[in-house]
């Protein structure tokens, strides 16, 4: 099963299980939502290795999985984006763009002046998400047709590099990074959204998942610093990083 693809059956696992209750938000991290997650984990179960293949097999449910409303409750779609403080005319590269689940989101942030690179090796994804952004009448939206080593950008192309749930999946994360960054321009960040390693009702099996401090250690070697962490979410992490 190919990297990014992956990415989004292991959102199509978080959305068929439930998501429990949300609780206080506070906005950085440290403090009570990750406790809020813990609890919220009671509510459901996560599925087996086994149950994302079948899911996989079925790409309309797929499909309409990421993009059900249910999905928001707890992946809280909106306050990660102003969380990012995106301004108008801004270039963002969403990284596993799926379905277009935050990728329209982002073409409105951005506004008619910016773009938004959605970045997936599914071509399938990419013509769905296509058809979205024409109904929606969002012009913004540039689609890459990725490899699952190369994001395809082209240099000093980004503001923003945002990637959710995708990153466990890359094999070489280290070189990733060296050939994701000639595409940042001078200021640019890069956001990874991503399931805590430890047991939750959504998500993918824990043997899949990255610890917080794993991202970090791995982004420090690749010449990245830690700039903000957020907490919000009841069962990511939510990081942003700027080149050293």
């Not at 984006?81 to 763009?97: F, K, M, N, P, Y």
């Not at 935050?102 to 071509?123: E, H, M, N, T, Y």
Request: charged content about 25%; some cysteine.
């Amino acid at each position: 099963m190919t990297i990014l693809r992956t990415a989004c059956v292991l959102l199509l696992v978080a959305l068929a299980t439930p998501a429990g209750t949300a609780g206080a938000e506070p906005d950085k991290a440290g403090q009570s939502a990750e406790h809020e997650g813990e609890r919220a984990g009671h509510a459901g179960h996560a599925l087996s290795a086994e149950d994302v293949h079948r899911l996989h097999q079925d790409p309309a449910a797929y499909i309409a999985a990421l993009e059900d409303p249910e999905r928001d409750k707890w992946q809280r779609p909106d306050r990660v984006i102003r969380a990012l403080g995106i301004g108008e005319g801004q270039s963002v590269a969403d990284i596993g763009a799926g379905s277009g689940y935050f990728a329209l989101r982002l073409a409105r942030q951005v506004g008619p002046k910016g773009r938004v690179r959605a970045v997936d090796i599914s071509q399938d994804m990419l013509r769905h998400l296509e058809a979205r952004a024409r109904k929606a009448r969002l012009d913004n939206i540039q689609t890459i047709h990725a490899k699952p080593d190369d994001p395809m950008l082209a240099p000093s192309s980004v503001d923003l590099v945002f990637i959710c749930d995708t990153w466990h999946h890359i094999e070489d994360r280290t070189r990733y990074l060296a050939t994701l960054r000639p595409a940042l321009r001078p200021g640019a960040r890069v956001a990874v959204v991503d399931f805590h390693d430890r047991e939750l009702p959504v998500g993918p099996p824990r043997s899949m998942k990255l610890s917080r401090e794993t991202v970090v250690s791995e982004f420090a070697s690749a010449g990245f610093r830690l700039a903000e962490e957020y907490s919000f979410l009841p069962y990511q992490y939510f990081l942003v990083f700027e080149p050293g």
